[in-house]
T-cell receptor
Framework: EDKVVQSPLSLVVHEGDTVTLNCSYE??????LLWYKQEKKAPTFLFML????IEKKSGRLSSILDKKELFSILNITATQTGDSAVYLC????????FGKGTRLHILP | KAGVTQTPRYLIKTRGQQVTLSCSPI?????VSWYQQTPGQGLQFLFE???????NKGNFPGRFSGRQFSNSRSEMNVSTLELGDSALYLC?????????????FGSGTRLTVV
C-alpha cells in the first residue's frame, strides 16, 4: 500500500532557528513529491520535486528529493513566527497521497 | 484571478441525511480533486475529476460520490451521513489531470454530523 510518512509529527523551536522536516515515501509509479503549508484551512503550494538531487529554493525555504532513498527534506532557515503551520508532504503517482503533516510552532 | 471556491463554508447535518458540497476551480483548470481531512487520518484523497470523467478514486465507501460539470465545477455528495464523516472537506484544482502542475486548494467546507 502506498504511504507517505512525515517526521517529526510536531516541532517547537525559537525564532531564528533552522528546522528540517522529513518525508519518506513508498509510492508505486512515483512521479513527483509535493510540499504544502497549511495555516488555517487551505494548504498552499510550496514545492514540486521531480528530479533527484536538485534543490528547489524559495526565500528561506528549500527542499530536495532523494529518489534512491525515497525521501525528501524541507529546510526552513531563520524561522519566523509566521512559519508556524502544518507542513504537508505528498507523493504523486496517478493520485496524490498525503502524509499526516508536521506541526511546526515557532516561539518568539 | 479568483482562487478555488468552495461552498458552503460550514454545514451541520444529522446522521442519515445526505449532503452536497460544491467546488469551483480556478478559471482554466480542468481537474478537480476532493479530500477529507480529519485530525486522526490527515488529508485523504477521495476522487479526482478531469473533463467530467472520474480519473481516480480513493478508498472511501460508495456513499461518497462526485461529479464534474462541463464548466469544470464539481460537486461531492455524501449519502447516509455517519458521525465519522465529520471533517474538513477540501477540493483542489489543477491545469492538468493528477496535478502535474501542482494543486491549488480551496478553503474547505467544515461538515459536522450530529
Amino acid at each position: 500500500e502506498d504511504k507517505v510518512v512525515q517526521s517529526p509529527l510536531s516541532l517547537v523551536v525559537h525564532e531564528g532557528d533552522t528546522v528540517t522536516l522529513n518525508c519518506s515515501y513508498e509510492v508505486t509509479n512515483f512521479r513527483s513529491l509535493l510540499w504544502y503549508k497549511q495555516e488555517k484551512k487551505a494548504p498552499t503550494f510550496l514545492f514540486m520535486l521531480t528530479s533527484s538531487g536538485i534543490e528547489k529554493k524559495s526565500g528561506r525555504l528549500s527542499s530536495i528529493l532523494d529518489k534512491k532513498e525515497l525521501f525528501s527534506i524541507l529546510n526552513i532557515t531563520a524561522t519566523q513566527t509566521g512559519d508556524s503551520a502544518v507542513y504537508l508532504c505528498a507523493g504523486l503517482d496517478d493520485k496524490i497521497i498525503f502524509g499526516k503533516g508536521t506541526r511546526l510552532h515557532i516561539l518568539p | 484571478k479568483a482562487g478555488v471556491t468552495q461552498t458552503p463554508r460550514y454545514l451541520i447535518k444529522t446522521r442519515g441525511q445526505q449532503v452536497t458540497l460544491s467546488c469551483s476551480p480556478i478559471s482554466g483548470h480542468r481537474s478537480v480533486s476532493w479530500y477529507q481531512q480529519t485530525p486522526g487520518q490527515g488529508l485523504q484523497f477521495l476522487f479526482e475529476y478531469f473533463s467530467e470523467t472520474q480519473r481516480n478514486k480513493g478508498n472511501f465507501p460508495g456513499r461518497f460520490s462526485g461529479r464534474q460539470f462541463s464548466n469544470s465545477r464539481s460537486e461531492m455528495n455524501v449519502s447516509t451521513l455517519e458521525l465519522g464523516d465529520s471533517a474538513l472537506y477540501l477540493c483542489a484544482s489543477s491545469l492538468v489531470a493528477t496535478g502535474g502542475s501542482g494543486y491549488t486548494f480551496g478553503s474547505g467546507t467544515r461538515l459536522t454530523v450530529v
